[in-house]
């Protein structure tokens, strides 16, 4: 109970259970120094700011639903009575629905789970609301506590700011209790409580010191004012508790929602300052970071498509909405216009150098056929020049009887095409001018061989004749190997040089389209052949694949089309994942969709935005209404749900609008926006959009802090 002690000719104001009791408070307030007395006036508003934030929650719905209930009666004296409202209902259906917002704008949620689990706050549902009004004291706002119901209170365990007040006070040591719940005695008290108030909240401030210092004092000098103004008018007479209550509510919310307006200006300050580091506007960077979010992208995802595609990316690449800007960027005569024509015509013929070196990382470097050719000649003429000394090194004689046997046998029933040739190849195994003496040598027997490899060259392939020259052909070979084993080496070399410049030509071969039936190869017959290649013969056969790439894609200005033309369609693609690996294949399908998308942008923002041109020069206000959306988003907002707030961004869209709206400023923007879309500065560009993310209306914000002051102090005030 609150009683009214004179000591010494002054009243001093204490709260206490006896007249007794009371009079022993005063005399201990009266024997305070002015300096004790000032300390413990901050500290109690230090305290009552703390738990006017934290039980925001708990009073924030009530607080309005009588304030509506006020409002209810005031607007009956005026209206018709077939127009009259139910005040009490009013009141309750604001309570409802306010209940839940000021919940979800509180962090008091996780700080009452860790009171809760420290035994200070009880836990079982509605136990907080039960108790939120002292027995004898009429309830704040005139609702009274069948008003209020128990309805809205079973729906969460929300405290109150007296059940806050207690929570604290179970676990705050008695002196800090004390020094910390001091009844103001006058006006300097008052105000020391206010200065204590806005200390406390200082730091619920969002972004920066004008969101900390707008958010605090505009609403703290406005409560305080109105509490001078409506504590004379209630005393007065002219008003009575319940509307002086109601003015202050209201006085409370339109102020924290122009403090919050502080954090508007703390985003303002630190967005134009990353945009001018990216070298653009404010509007122009938040623009773009709406474009992002209109196509999915946060400034990080933004940053990754760019590089997947490559150094040459920019942000029209990635979205529509982005390509979009493009277009209308490049509509407009201006600096804007004239970066995007550059970068995307200078980009597009840089097309070749960049198709070149993807061609080059995933199937080699340039091949010549001509130095190609030469050097297996080489290598064969110097792998033959061993045959002298292995002839030399003959381990034993050849035994040829087997094979002029057969072959006298053969010719003994010979007749005409066949005969011929047998008798030649018969011929060659005798020692010239000896008669029908065989040669032993490993040179004669060399020197055979040859022979036969011109008679089956001239022979049908696949005739008779031919079939028997190749089987007379390993019998002598494997008979020569067998006398001189120096040979069977230099005969695998120079074979395997042979099969290395079929391989070439195969590889030449293998990405050609059409010819004759039969000679193309289909995916699963080129790895077939792959399979059976030595590592020497696989890697001539890629150089022919990439000899002949290069030779289709040649150095003209149709490097992507051809491209196109060499590796499109499954039977290709399927050779090179063959070739190189599904990794490499893979690289350079990206790079051709890669530069399908750079082309995409150039005849969609260069080309085909010269349609648009005249549109746009025309007065056609779709592009500024664009630009003024965009413009204003950083503006927007201001960290609470008051009414003030919300008058105050819908007045600075329409401004904003109607600046944005001149010719003049819609292109300048469009030329920032132009700029700013193939600026050589990336990082600086994604810095500014990163910014921009973080400092969006809208985000997660603590409750306004001059209504949480409010809201304590009328606690305080509704029960003396």
Do not use: C
């Not at 969101?211 to 001078?228: I, K, L, M, S």
């Amino acid at each position: 109970m609150l009683f009214t002690v004179k000591i010494k000719g002054q009243d001093f104001k204490v709260d206490a259970e006896t007249a007794e009791d009371a009079t022993d408070l005063a005399e201990k307030e009266a024997a305070k120094g002015p300096v004790t007395r000032g300390v413990e006036s901050v500290g109690t508003g230090l305290r009552s700011a703390g738990e006017g934030a934290l039980g925001i929650t708990g009073s924030g719905g009530p607080m309005l639903g009588g304030a509506a209930r006020w409002g209810a009666q005031q607007a009956n004296k005026v209206l018709p009575k077939s127009l009259e409202m139910d005040p009490q209902g009013v009141g309750q259906s604001v309570t409802d629905a306010a209940d839940p917002v000021f919940r979800h704008l509180s962090p008091l949620t996780t700080i009452v789970e860790a009171l809760q689990k420290m035994g200070v706050l009880e836990q079982e549902p509605g136990a907080f609301a039960a108790t939120s009004s002292p027995s004898g004291v009429t309830p704040r706002f005139g609702a009274s506590q069948e008003s209020r119901g128990p309805t809205t209170a079973e729906r969460w365990a929300a405290p109150s700011v007296e059940d806050v007040h207690r929570a604290t006070s179970a676990v705050f040591p008695q002196g800090l209790q004390d020094a910390t719940t001091q009844i103001p005695q006058n006006r300097t008290d008052e105000v020391l409580q206010l200065g204590g108030s806005f200390l406390g909240l200082g730091p619920l401030g969002k972004n920066g010191p004008i969101g900390a210092a707008t958010r605090v004092a505009t609403p703290t000098a406005a409560v305080g004012g109105t509490d001078v103004l409506t504590d004379a008018w209630e005393q007065e007479g002219k008003i009575s508790p319940e509307t002086a209550t109601a003015i202050k509510t209201f006085v409370g919310m339109g102020a924290a929602g122009l403090g919050g307006l502080g954090d508007v200006a703390d985003r303002a300050l630190a967005q134009r300052g990353a945009a001018a580091k990216a070298g653009g506007s404010r509007a122009a960077v938040q623009a773009i970071y709406d474009g992002l979010v209109r196509d999915g992208h946060t400034p990080q995802t933004a940053r990754q498509a760019m590089t997947e595609l490559g150094v040459d990316a920019n942000l029209m690449d990635i979205g529509e909405n982005m390509t979009q800007l493009g277009i209308k960027s490049a509509t407009s005569p201006g600096e804007g216009q004239s970066a995007i024509k550059r970068e995307l015509k200078g980009r597009e013929e840089r097309t070749g150098a960049r198709i070149r070196a993807d061609k080059e990382a995933t199937l080699g470097p340039e091949v010549n056929r001509d130095v190609v050719m030469a050097e297996n000649k080489a290598a064969r003429k110097a792998a033959g020049a061993g045959y002298p000394a292995a002839k030399q090194n003959q381990a034993r004689p050849g035994d040829l009887q087997p094979i002029a046997d057969a072959l006298d046998e053969e010719l003994a029933t010979a007749r005409g095409a066949m005969r011929e040739p047998l008798q030649r190849v018969r011929d060659s195994l005798d020692i010239p001018g000896k008669g029908h003496n065989l040669d032993p040598t490993a040179s004669g027997m060399h020197a055979m061989r040859e022979a036969l490899d011109q008679e089956i060259a001239r022979a049908e392939k696949g005739s008779p004749l031919w079939g028997k020259l190749n089987d007379y052909r390993k019998q002598l070979d494997t008979e020569l190997k067998e006398a001189a084993p120096d040979i069977r080496a230099l005969d695998e070399e120079v074979s395997g040089l042979h099969k290395q410049r079929e391989a070439f030509e195969g590889g030449e071969g293998a990405l050609k389209k059409g010819g004759q039936p039969g000679t193309v190869k289909s995916p699963e017959e080129f790895k077939a052949t792959w399979d059976a290649m030595t590592e020497p013969e696989r890697r001539q056969a890629l150089s022919g694949a990439s000899r002949f790439i290069d030779e289709t894609i040649g150095t003209t200005d149709r490097e992507r089309s051809r491209l196109k033309t060499v590796i499109g369609g499954e039977w290709n693609e399927g050779k090179l994942r063959t070739m190189i690996g599904d990794e490499k294949a893979d690289a350079l399908m990206k790079a051709l969709g890669r530069e399908d998308t750079f082309n995409a942008t150039l005849q969609r923002v260069v080309y085909n935005s010269r349609t648009l041109e005249g549109l746009e020069q025309g007065g056609k206000p779709s592009l500024t209404r664009g630009m003024g959306d965009a413009a204003i988003g950083g503006f927007a907002g201001g960290g609470t749900t008051g009414a003030v707030t919300a008058a105050s961004t819908t007045g600075l869209r329409n401004m904003l609008a109607r600046l944005t709206s001149s010719p003049e400023k819609a292109e300048a923007l469009k030329s920032d926006i132009g700029r700013l879309l193939v600026s050589k500065r990336p990082d600086d560009v994604f810095r500014a959009l990163e910014i921009f993310a973080n400092n969006q209306p809208g985000k997660s914000r603590l409750p306004p802090a001059a209504l949480a002051a409010l809201l304590q102090r009328q606690e305080e005030r509704g029960n003396r």
